[in-house]
């Protein structure tokens, strides 16, 4: 429907506001505005959920992390950590403690 309704001079009062209404529900004006902004905090909150998540998420370069890191070996025989493709000119560093406590691949 658009446009005006003409009802004579009459209105819809009384209208309910209790949460949460159904969808063929009529509200009031302020009901509807109410329900906007909590739609649109929960939007906000959701934001917020996923930038601490990026916050948090560890970038494949560049990336400091601090903390212990525990690696599972449950579901398989055989776990890999290090570097598969170190060519001649490049070395590989693993570093214990400081840099004086390392294993230097060439």
Not at 15 to 35: F, G, I
Request: hydrophobic share 35%; net charge neutral; proline share 2%.
């Amino acid at each position: 429907m658009q446009g005006d309704v003409d009802m004579g001079g009459y209105r819809i009062a009384g209208l309910n506001t209790s949460l949460p209404p159904r969808r063929t529900d009529a509200v009031c004006c302020s009901r509807a505005v109410e329900l906007t902004r909590e739609v649109g905090q929960k939007a906000i909150e959701q934001v917020m959920d996923v930038k601490r998540l990026c916050d948090l998420k560890v970038s494949k370069t560049g990336d400091l992390m601090t903390g212990n890191l525990l690696l599972s070996a449950d579901g398989g025989n055989d776990r890999l950590f290090g570097c598969t493709d170190l060519i001649h000119g490049k070395t590989f560093t693993l570093v214990f403690g400081d840099t004086l406590n390392r294993l230097h691949l060439a």
